[in-house]
């Protein structure tokens, strides 16, 4: 297993920052598998030593920002679900329109 550092994880906080700015879900799943390994190493770095202030920090701001990257997504697929429903109901009254003029 690998030393998690400082860095890392602030890197790791801007790419989620970044994705969610862009609206990059992609990235922003890539980006959250590569911060659950991260939080795997620093819970056995944890365990073996302990963690320094720094990465404590560090963690509590990534913690912070996953929260808002994961608010933001919640928010675009709530936004895509009232989109495909208004489709939905669009369609249906060009049916309707559609089967009213052929009845004429």
């Not at 690998?2 to 860095?7: G, L, M, R, S």
């Not at 890392?8 to 920052?17: A, E």
């Not at 939080?39 to 944890?46: E, F, G, I």
Request: hydrophobic share 40%; glycine share 2%.
């Amino acid at each position: 297993m690998f030393n998690v550092t400082a860095a890392m994880l602030k890197q790791c906080r801007q790419q989620l920052f970044l994705a969610a700015q862009r609206q990059d879900w992609q990235v922003l799943s890539q980006t959250d598998l590569k911060l659950r390994r991260l939080l795997t190493a620093c819970r056995q770095q944890y365990r073996q030593s302990g963690l320094n202030p720094e990465i404590q920090a560090e963690l509590a701001r990534l913690q912070l920002e996953h929260q808002r990257a994961m608010q933001a997504l919640s928010e675009a697929r709530e936004e895509v679900q009232i989109q495909i429903a208004a489709t939905g109901d669009q369609k249906e009254r060009f049916e309707a329109y559609q089967l009213a003029l052929n009845m004429e």
